[in-house]
């Protein structure tokens, strides 16, 4: 099981900067892929980006590529999402969880407990 606390979140206007944070603590023994997701109220979970466990791969929602950047420490067992020009749509709930195929595009689960993200125009 892989345990996730995220942090990071605020209140921003539009065009402003963020950078979330995911806190991981590994007991699995699987180099997972982290993915980091997003759920406005009254909407459906949003997959945002993920990256590899080597850090490599890192793959993008149409909505955020080129805005968004992800990317891990891991020394400090993080996984950073750097997000820029930021809009009102980017308004959510943000939340990172675990791909335990590694791939980065499978099935992800152990969920952490969100930051908070609002944008006001």
């Known amino acids: 099981q892989v345990q996730f606390v995220e942090s990071g979140g605020g209140l921003v206007q539009t065009g402003d900067s963020l950078r979330l944070s995911c806190v991981a603590s590994?007991?699995?023994?699987?180099?997972?892929?982290t993915g980091w997701f997003r759920q406005a109220p009254g909407k459906d979970r949003e997959f945002v980006a993920a990256?590899?466990?080597?850090?490599?791969?890192?793959y993008y929602a149409d909505s955020v590529r080129g805005r968004f950047t992800i990317s891990k420490d891991h020394k400090k067992n993080t996984v950073y999402l750097q997000m820029n020009n930021l809009k009102p749509e980017d308004t959510a709930l943000y939340f990172c969880?675990?791909?335990?195929?590694?791939?980065?595009?499978?099935?992800?689960?152990?969920w952490g407990q969100g930051t908070r993200v609002i944008v006001s125009s």
């Open positions: 590994n007991d699995a023994d699987i180099n997972y892929a």
């Open positions: 969880g675990a791909d335990k195929s590694g791939r980065g595009t499978g099935r992800y689960e152990d």
């Open positions: 990256i590899r466990w080597s850090g490599a791969n890192k």
